[in-house]
């Protein structure tokens, strides 16, 4: 079946550096890619999404990358800051109506003072 | 006031117990939805309601059982659960049910069985 991979699982960064979380998705057919950010005791916030249209999006500090024939999508965060610090989570889903999203497993972001 | 509320936020409960859990949505939307988080797994999508029909049933077993009175509102009612069944269970909602929907999630009721 469809799967989204998620990499890294773990990922420390010093305050103010970059991080980028990578996925990899293995429907084609897939269009529409949102992350969400879960602080710990909160459920799941939508941060960014991007479409099949576009290779790129961003929104301040946050931006996504997508290529599509490669298939694979990108979360990039600079000038990271304390508050950054959670789980996110990748999704990819298909234009079917029917479409289920497919989340990856999620990346323990941690902004090191 | 949090767009999409669940009660309870903890809940712990023996293997015969029956018990329920509730999601309300105050966002005007058409779809709802019941997911599993499970520690290092994806999130397990379990159930989808649009227009209070049900749409999506991943294969969940019977001891799981959704309804749906009206699109505000979401209950999972719960029998005869086993261990593995302890997880984080986040209810979420979404303008309609479909491809290119943001989904507005639940901060999750933590379930523990004994």
């Known amino acids: 079946g469809e799967n989204v991979e998620q990499h890294p699982s773990t990922l420390s960064v010093q305050e103010g550096d970059s991080a980028v979380i990578k996925c990899t998705y293995s429907?084609?057919?897939?269009?529409?890619f949102p992350w969400y950010k879960q602080e710990l005791g909160k459920g799941p916030q939508l941060i960014i999404d991007?479409?099949?249209?576009?290779g790129e999006k961003k929104d301040q500090r946050i931006a996504v990358t997508l290529n599509k024939t490669a298939k694979h999508f990108s979360l990039h965060i600079t000038e990271t800051q304390p508050e950054d610090s959670a789980v996110y989570f990748c999704?990819?889903?298909?234009?079917?109506?029917?479409?289920?999203?497919?989340f990856g497993s999620g990346t323990r972001l941690s902004i090191r003072p | 006031e949090t767009g999409v509320t669940q009660t309870p936020r903890h809940l712990v409960m023996g293997m015969t117990n029956k018990k329920s859990l509730k999601c309300e949505q105050h966002?005007?939307?058409?779809?709802m939805y019941w997911y599993k988080q499970s520690a290092k797994k994806p999130l397990e999508l379990m159930f989808v309601?649009?227009?209070?029909?049900?749409?999506e049933n991943n294969s969940v077993p019977s001891r799981f059982s959704p309804e749906c009175p009206n699109s505000s509102h979401l209950f999972l009612h719960l029998h005869t659960l086993q261990p593995e069944d302890s997880a984080l269970y986040l209810c979420?909602?979404?303008?309609?049910?479909?491809?290119?929907?943001?989904?507005?999630f639940g901060d999750g009721t933590r379930l523990s069985i004994l």
């Open positions: 979420a909602s979404s303008q309609e049910w479909g491809f290119d929907q943001p989904q507005h």
């Open positions: 429907d084609s057919a897939s269009n529409y």
């Open positions: 991007i479409r099949s249209n576009v």
């Open positions: 999704a990819a889903q298909g234009y079917s109506s029917a479409s289920k999203i497919i």
């Open positions: 966002l005007g939307h058409n779809a």
């Open positions: 309601y649009s227009l209070e029909e049900r749409v």
